[in-house]
């Protein structure tokens, strides 16, 4: 399981993002996919994630409406757009494959990380 992740960048509050992660080593399809995102000093966190079973997706309460994820199976790839960005959205962001995903519920499961893509808002 590989993941390559990009997009980040240094962006003002308020500002919008686009990560995407490309995934390689495995069926993509059949895999559930979450972001996950840490910030100096904390544990990484579930962010969103996006079923493989019929694409519904799930976020954290502290982005819900604000980002949203997405996937293309013939690209195997996974986006996470992000508006109205916040100070506390600073951080590197990963996606991982196999998460725990459901309503409240977004947890790692398959311990594969790529080296995550920086996010940093700042006036």
């Known amino acids: 399981f590989k993941f390559v992740e990009a997009g980040g960048d240094l962006v003002e509050p308020g500002g919008s993002l686009r990560l995407s992660c490309t995934a390689s080593?495995?069926?993509?399809?059949?895999?559930?996919i979450g972001w996950f995102r840490q910030a100096p000093g904390k544990e990484r966190e579930g962010v969103a994630c996006v079923k493989s079973s019929d694409s519904s997706t799930y976020y954290a309460d502290s982005v819900s409406g604000r980002f949203t994820i997405s996937r293309d199976n013939a690209k195997n790839q996974v986006y996470l757009q992000m508006n109205s960005l916040k100070l506390e959205d600073t951080g590197a962001y990963y996606c991982a494959a196999d998460p725990l995903c459901g309503p409240g519920v977004i947890f790692y499961g398959l311990d594969y990380w790529g080296n995550g893509t920086l996010v940093t808002v700042s006036l």
């Open positions: 080593g495995f069926t993509f399809s059949y895999y559930t």
